[in-house]
């Protein structure tokens, strides 16, 4: 009886990946916008409720997986090393290798390359994701305000929080770029580590100099 619980949340796991892949392998072929939940359900062999009780969205079977994303985004600055700052802490979280920045086999490339061409190639989606910048921002900004006991009028955590998940979007958005352009694996990686480097460097540095005339 113990391990009863252990076999059914593995079941719906495996029922929920099985919905993503199906969901995802058919947004690959025809795009995120040109199908609908009915299909998806039909493919994957559930029912369009069932779709609905896994991913509350037909968004959430693209993004479902940045709830994670956000935990541990938090989690790193919140549990960073004495010493290190903010900036140092985000930045090292967002630049480690991960998807097609660390991948090298050609089938997942294959297959991550298209969901990020889904996603840029849909309004609905880029939309969707907006929303859930503005939430990791959100949870940065109140996380750098419980730190630095800020005023609940303070500014700063704000600002802070948007400087650094505004890095990650230029991030993303280059590393996009560059898998439209073919380019993934170790390589990209070692590219937008440099990048994420020059960006924190940027921020804990301050403004003060930057275009001075």
């Known amino acids: 009886m113990g391990t009863e619980p252990g076999l059914r949340e593995r079941k719906k796991q495996q029922t929920r990946q099985s919905i993503a892949d199906t969901a995802r392998a058919l947004f690959a072929e025809r795009g995120f916008d040109r199908v ?3 299909e998806v359900a039909r493919a994957a062999n559930v029912s369009e409720a069932t779709v609905f009780n896994y991913f509350p969205t037909k968004e959430d079977l693209v993004f479902s997986g940045l709830e994670a994303f956000e935990t541990a985004l938090v989690g790193a600055v919140r549990d960073r090393a004495p010493g290190e700052s903010v900036a140092a802490a985000f930045g090292r979280f967002v630049a480690q290798p ?7 086999d050609p089938e997942t490339v294959r297959e991550l390359a298209g ?17 859930i910048f503005d939430r990791y921002t959100r949870a940065l900004a109140g996380l750098i305000a419980e730190e ?9 955590p704000w600002v802070v929080a ?8 230029a991030l993303l958005d280059y590393a996009r770029r560059q898998v439209h352009a073919g380019r ?10 440099a990048r994420a480097d020059r960006a924190i460097a940027a921020l804990e540095q301050g403004l003060a100099d930057l275009g001075a005339r």
Do not use: K, M, Y
């Open 98 to 104: 991960r998807g097609l920045l660390r991948t090298a």
């Open 184 to 193: 993934t694996g170790p390589g990209l990686a070692r590219a937008v580590r």
């Open 162 to 169: 948007n400087a650094l998940i505004g890095v990650h979007r």
């Open 148 to 156: 630095t006991r800020a005023r609940p009028d303070d500014v700063v």
């Open 36 to 38: 609908t939940v009915a």
């Open 115 to 131: 969901i990020t061409r889904v996603i840029t190639e849909s309004p609905a989606l880029l939309a969707r994701e907006r929303q």
